[in-house]
C-alpha cells in the first residue's frame, strides 16, 4: 500500500511540470532578455528574431533591454528567473564566454545556471577608423602605430567587453602594439570620439558599426573571421591584411533558466531553427552583418563552451582584470 501511494503521490507532483511543458506558451507572453542597450548588435539581431518567433509560438514575445555591467546584469536576472519558459535571454559571447573567463566572481555561473536554447548567429568584428584617420588600410595603421609607440590609443564599451578584448586580440596578433585603452560606457560613444580624433580605432561588431559606415562617419580596414563579411564584401579579412589568427566571431544564443522543462527547451530550439531558415530572417541579419547560425542545443552549448577557452587566453596574456 505505501509503495502504491508513493507512486501516486510521485504521479501527482509530475503533473504541473508536464502540464507546464505542454500547455507552454498558452498563459502570457515569453519576455526576452537582452542584456545590452537598445541599437546595438545584440539588440538588433534579438528584436528580429523576437518578432519572428512570435508568430511562430502563437504568443507575443516582449523584449525587455536589461543593459549594465557588460551584460551581466541581464543575464543575471534570466539565471534567477522562473525556469517555466516565460523568460529568455539573447546572450553574447560577453555574458557566457568572456564574462566567466574575466571574472570569477559572476553572479551567475555560466554553465550550472542556464539551460542552452539555440545558436543565433556569428558575426565579425571589423577594424573602424575615424574618416580622417591618416591609414587607408589595417598594415598602414598597423605601421604607424610601431613607428609611434604610445602615441594612439583604442577605445571599447568597457573593460573586458568584446570590442575591448578583440582589440587586445590584434594588438597580440599584429606584433604586440603598444596602444592605449580608453574604455568607454557604450560603443555609441567612442564612435563620437573615433570621428573627432580623439582615438585612433575600435573593433565593433560587424552589425552595430553597419549605420556608421554607411554615412561615412567611420572606415572600415579589416574584419575578423574566416571569409570576408557579406555585408562588407570589399572589406579584406585580417588574414588578407597580413594579421594571422583573427579567425573569431562574436556569437549571439539564446538560454533558458536551468531547469526549464526539456519539452520547452526543445520547442524553442525547433522553432528558432525554423525562424533562421527563413529568407527574409536570413536577408536581415545578412544584411547587417550577421550569419545565421542554428544546431541542437547540445551544439550551442560546446560553442560558448569552447569560446570561454579561447578568450581566457587572452585575458590572461593580457592581464586584464574585471572592473
Not at 501527482?12 to 506558451?25: C, E, G, K, T
Not at 537598445?38 to 509560438?57: C, F, H, M, V, Y
Not at 588578407?240 to 536551468?258: T, Y
Not at 560553442?303 to 577557452?309: A, H, L, S, T
Request: proline share 8%; aromatic share 6%; hydrophobic share 45%.
Amino acid at each position: 500500500m505505501n509503495r502504491i501511494l508513493a507512486c501516486t503521490l510521485a504521479a501527482a507532483l509530475s503533473l504541473p511540470l508536464a502540464a507546464l511543458a505542454q500547455a507552454w506558451p498558452a498563459s502570457k507572453p515569453v519576455r526576452m532578455v537582452i542584456p545590452f542597450p537598445a541599437g546595438g548588435a545584440t539588440d538588433i539581431i534579438g528584436r528580429t528574431i523576437a518578432q519572428k518567433l512570435s508568430t511562430a509560438i502563437g504568443q507575443q514575445v516582449l523584449v525587455d533591454n536589461k543593459p549594465g555591467a557588460g551584460g551581466t546584469i541581464g543575464a543575471d536576472l534570466v539565471a534567477k528567473a522562473a525556469p517555466d519558459g516565460y523568460t529568455i535571454l539573447m546572450a553574447t559571447s560577453s555574458t557566457h564566454s568572456i564574462g566567466p573567463a574575466l571574472n570569477p566572481k559572476m553572479p551567475y555561473d555560466a554553465v550550472k545556471d542556464f539551460a542552452a536554447v539555440g545558436h543565433i548567429a556569428n558575426a565579425p568584428s571589423v577594424l573602424v577608423v575615424g574618416r580622417d584617420f591618416p591609414a587607408a588600410t589595417a598594415k598602414d595603421m598597423i605601421s604607424l602605430i610601431k613607428q609611434n609607440p604610445g602615441k594612439y590609443n583604442f577605445g571599447s564599451s568597457g573593460i573586458g567587453t568584446y570590442p575591448h578584448l578583440a582589440a587586445e586580440m590584434l594588438k597580440w596578433r599584429a606584433g604586440g602594439l603598444f596602444v592605449v585603452h580608453i574604455p568607454y560606457r557604450g560603443t555609441g560613444l567612442v564612435i563620437t570620439d573615433l570621428v573627432a580624433g580623439q582615438i585612433a580605432f575600435l573593433m565593433d561588431s560587424v552589425v552595430s558599426a553597419q549605420p556608421h559606415i554607411k554615412d561615412g562617419r567611420v572606415r572600415p580596414l579589416a574584419v575578423s573571421g574566416t571569409k570576408r563579411s557579406t555585408a562588407l564584401p570589399n572589406v579584406p579579412t585580417f588574414a588578407e591584411a597580413g594579421v594571422p589568427g583573427m579567425d573569431f566571431n562574436n556569437w549571439f544564443g539564446v538560454f533558458a533558466p536551468a531547469g526549464t522543462p526539456p519539452d520547452i527547451v526543445q520547442r524553442l530550439n525547433r522553432e528558432l531553427n525554423a525562424v533562421l531558415r527563413a529568407p527574409d530572417v536570413i536577408e536581415r541579419l545578412e544584411r547587417v552583418g550577421a550569419d545565421p547560425a542554428g544546431g541542437t542545443p547540445e551544439q550551442f552549448a560546446k560553442v560558448y563552451r569552447d569560446e570561454g577557452e579561447n578568450w581566457k587566453a587572452v585575458i590572461q596574456r593580457a592581464g586584464i582584470k574585471a572592473d
